[in-house]
Nanobody, 126 residues
Framework: EVQLVESGGGLVQPGGSLRLSCAASGFTFSSYAMNWVRQAPGKGLEWVSAINSGGGSTSYADSVKGRFTISRDNAKNTLYLQMNSLKPEDTAVYYC???????????????????WGQGTQVTVSS
């Protein structure tokens, strides 16, 4: 059974940092691209970042470019999102999602993701 379990969310002040983790199981993690997607209160899904299966290629939404860093540890079956210089508009539930391929399409396509985690809440507020 495929499982994606996010952790690391919480309440942080503007300008602060958080690191999200997504622990994967039930599939060959190193064979698939992975993604972070978020949903702010009352809004739709917003793609945040993607990383290919080997970790050598990444992509970011313009809204987070230069502040967020996606990475993965294939030996630990874990995906990460380092979030720095957080802003109130980054407040959202953050989901990790598995791609069906080793690479990620450009532009991103949610229909290409076949498994999603349950999400972790990130709140940026003073």
């Amino acid at each position: 059974e495929v499982q994606l379990v996010e952790s690391g969310g919480g309440l942080v002040q503007p300008g602060g940092s958080l690191r999200l983790s997504c622990a994967a199981s039930g599939f060959t993690f190193s064979s698939y691209a992975m993604n972070w997607v978020r949903q702010a209160p009352g809004k739709g899904l917003e793609w945040v970042s993607a990383i290919n299966s080997g970790g050598g290629s990444t992509s970011y939404a313009d809204s987070v470019k230069g502040r967020f860093t996606i990475s993965r540890d294939n030996a630990k079956n874990t995906l990460y999102l380092q979030m720095n210089s957080l802003k109130p508009e980054d407040t959202a539930v953050y989901y990790c999602a598995k791609s069906q391929r080793s690479w990620f399409p450009d532009p991103p396509n949610f229909r290409e993701y076949d498994y999603w985690g349950q999400g972790t809440q990130v709140t940026v507020s003073s």
